[in-house]
């Protein structure tokens, strides 16, 4: 389990599940977390994590977000 204030999770991986993504952040607890590596998904994919992501982000009070092409943060 890492400790660390900012997270770059996957947002899509043939091993991932939203179950465990959600997981993890939950154990992880981070201040920040970015969703990186969803080219693969299609809009409605995108959409489903993008509102996960906002739900975790409403529950824990986080910066729980995916970014988008172009778009970067200060690490």
């Known amino acids: 389990m890492a400790d660390a ?3 770059l999770v996957p ?3 043939p091993w991932l599940t ?3 993504l ?3 952040l939950r154990r992880t607890q981070p201040r920040r977390a970015y969703a990186v590596h969803d080219g693969l998904l299609n809009d409605w ?3 489903v994590l993008d509102d996960v992501l906002a739900m975790e982000a409403a529950r824990s009070g986080a ?3 995916r970014l988008r092409p172009g778009q970067s ?3």
């Open 11 to 13: 947002g899509q991986a």
């Open 45 to 47: 994919g995108l959409k």
């Open 5 to 7: 204030s900012t997270l």
């Open 73 to 75: 943060v200060d690490l």
């Open 22 to 24: 959600v997981d993890y």
């Open 63 to 65: 910066d729980i977000r």
């Open 18 to 20: 939203v179950p465990a």
